[in-house]
T-cell receptor, first 111, second 114 residues
Framework: SQKIEQNSEALNIQEGKTATLTCNYTNYSPAYLQWYRQDPGRGPVFLLLIRENEKEKRKERLKVTFDTTLKQSLFHITASQPADSATYLCACRSGNTPLVFGKGTRLSVIA | EPEVTQTPSHQVTQMGQEVILRCVPISNHLYFYWYRQILGQKVEFLVSFYNNEISEKSEIFDDQFSVERPDGSNFTLKIRSTKLEDSAMYFC????????????FGEGSWLTVV
């Protein structure tokens, strides 16, 4: 069955460093991969979308890569701040199938 | 910025009761979704809705669940006879296109079944 794995449940980093989160997928060929931020008790907030024919996408301090050979996406936050502390969700779509989420990685940026 | 709005934000209901969760999607969006998230677990797809009919549903979305777009702005999720395991945060979402278009989520309705 299709699986999306975010292999770190939690990640702690020092303020100012770059946070790198990993999303792996199996039994799947997503056409699109999206990253969302979720704060406790709130809805997911869209951050970035990357298509299968794109290697990299950037938005301000955020960068996403998509490697269809490794079946992996990396999500980077540069110059991290305590306000970046949240759970980050990876989600995939293929064709018109529903958006399927990973469990998320809880990022804590320590001042 | 336009947003998806959901009501109620929190509802407590007795097991066996019917519940209706309401959503107002972003106004020019054509695709509507319900997702749920049980505490501590991942966000799970329930159903998608387009052109006044269900386009896809998951195995979670059994006969106890139904969706409706009663007018031009609202999109509702009804749970006919709630069970304890229906306790979760229910998210409504919408998008303006099919594949590849961003899906925007509401803040959720937290349902507690007692």
């Amino acid at each position: 069955s299709q699986k999306i794995e975010q292999n770190s449940e939690a990640l702690n980093i020092q303020e100012g460093k770059t946070a790198t989160l990993t999303c792996n997928y199996t039994n799947y060929s997503p056409a699109y991969l999206q990253w969302y931020r979720q704060d406790p008790g709130r809805g997911p907030v869209f951050l970035l979308l990357i298509r299968e024919n794109e290697k990299e996408k950037r938005k301000e301090r955020l960068k996403v890569t998509f490697d269809t050979t490794l079946k992996q996406s990396l999500f980077h936050i540069t110059a991290s701040q305590p306000a970046d502390s949240a759970t980050y969700l990876c989600a995939c779509r293929s064709g018109n199938t529903p958006l399927v989420f990973g469990k998320g990685t809880r990022l804590s940026v320590i001042a | 910025e336009p947003e998806v709005t959901q009501t109620p934000s929190h509802q407590v209901t007795q097991m066996g009761q019917e519940v209706i969760l309401r959503c107002v999607p972003i106004s020019n969006h054509l695709y509507f979704y319900w997702y749920r998230q049980i505490l501590g677990q991942k966000v799970e797809f329930l159903v998608s809705f387009y052109n006044n009919e269900i386009s896809e549903k998951s195995e979670i979305f059994d006969d106890q669940f139904s969706v409706e777009r009663p007018d031009g702005s609202n999109f509702t999720l009804k749970i006919r006879s709630t069970k304890l395991e229906d306790s979760a945060m229910y998210f409504c979402a919408s998008s303006d296109g099919g594949s590849g278009n961003t899906i925007y989520f509401g803040e959720g309705s937290w349902l507690t079944v007692v």
